[in-house]
């Protein structure tokens, strides 16, 4: 489709994909009107729209958008995505620019989302690749993801919603803004009843100029694998949690600035955790290494960006144990999205030694 506007398939009931393959392109533009009721609006297209639910349990579906305020899939109701049994196949790409409805660095904007949904999205599998020129994935309501492969190669912010609950997947978010944002949208610095909740899976962030995660309500760590590499400059930082940061499971590993809002989880948390601070920068792919003194390694991390602070928790993290950090030297080990298993480390500098009293604490080097 072509026109201004235009959409590729739009139904005002319910769309339902269960197998075959789907190609659409669109290339017409948005633009900005008044409607009946005298406020300011904007007619976009869309590659897939309904107004009702939206099912995508099987089959190749390729959506790419290039209209300004164009998106890949919107819709009114839910967005259901695979299902145990079933793995669809899903390649979205848009790249417009804003429609602007509203003017001024407070106006209103409609920007070319891949994913855009008023009620709930749940991913119970699929194989989904994203590159956005806006939010990767954005519901008004809840986020839900419970397995499948989820890999968003460009973004402003990656995953949105005032509720993200991830059970488990393979989730790989880069945004140039916040990455995991669990928000109502109002920019609070006050906690606004948002939740965002990892309890399994393996997740992977990388945020350029926002926080890899961000919740204006409360953020929960009780299972599975997070690797976030935060920004390398204030006054963003790896975790911004307007609630409370509570760990109660899982292994995860954030690197972020020197900014005075850097946080870490609250001593209600029952997984040990520390945050580690410097005043130096650390310059971007130099190894940061914690062992216990019997020369265990617990972690072996290379920020993709320059950073000051480092936030880490696991299972193995023990009171009564005493714990060496090391930045520099090498691994011999196996590297995943800067992550190090397995090999041995060897040649950095001694930075601090540390035991941990508390559930959670900072350490100083």
């Known amino acids: 489709t072509s026109g201004g506007a235009g959409r590729g398939i739009s139904c005002d009931g319910d769309i339902l994909i269960s197998s075959g393959t789907l190609a659409i392109t669109s290339s017409g533009d948005g633009n900005a009107y008044t409607n009946e009721l005298g406020q300011p609006d904007a007619c976009l297209g ?77 991913v119970a599998n699929g194989n989904i690749t994203i590159a956005s ?25 990656g995953i949105e919603s005032p509720n993200i609950f991830i059970n488990g997947g393979e989730i790989g978010v880069k945004s140039s803004d916040d990455g995991l944002n669990a928000t109502y949208g109002d920019d609070s610095h006050f906690n606004d009843g948002s939740i965002l909740t990892i309890n399994g899976g393996y997740v992977y962030v990388s945020a350029t100029g926002g ?3 961000d919740s204006n309500g409360n953020f929960y760590m009780n299972g599975g694998i997070l690797v976030a590499h935060g920004p390398q400059s204030s006054p963003e930082v790896g975790v911004d949690v307007n609630g409370d940061f509570i760990v109660t499971g899982g292994f995860m590993v954030v690197s972020g600035t020197n900014s005075n809002m850097t946080q870490g989880p609250i001593l ?23 062992e216990d003194t019997n020369g265990n390694s617990l972690l072996t991390f290379a920020p993709e960006r320059r950073y000051y602070s480092m936030i880490f928790s696991a299972p193995e993290l023990s009171a009564g144990i005493s714990y060496r950090l090391y930045t520099g030297g090498s691994s011999t080990g196996t590297v995943v999205n800067g992550l190090y298993s397995g090999g041995s480390y060897s040649g950095g500098t001694l930075r601090s030694t540390f035991n941990l009293t508390n559930m959670a604490q900072t350490v100083w080097f």
Do not use: W
Request: charged letters at 15%; hydrophobic letters at 35%; glycine letters at 12%.
């Open 133 to 157: 020129a806006d939010d990767g994935m954005k519901s008004k309501q809840s986020i839900t993801i419970n397995a499948g492969i989820i890999n968003i190669t460009n973004s402003v912010e």
């Open 268 to 290: 209600s948390s029952t997984q040990r955790s520390v945050l580690l601070r410097t005043s130096t920068s650390i310059s971007p792919g130099i190894l940061f290494h914690i």
């Open 46 to 122: 869309h590659c897939l729209n309904s107004n009702g639910n939206m099912d995508l349990t099987g089959g190749d579906i390729t959506l790419n958008h290039s209209g300004d305020g164009g998106k890949g899939i919107s819709s009114d109701g839910d967005l259901t995505i695979g299902t145990a049994a079933t793995v669809p196949l899903i390649h979205i790409t848009t790249t417009g620019q804003p429609v602007t409805i509203v003017p001024g660095p407070n106006g209103e904007y409609a920007e070319a989302k891949a994913i855009s949904v008023d009620s709930a999205i749940t």
């Open 211 to 213: 926080d890899p995660i």
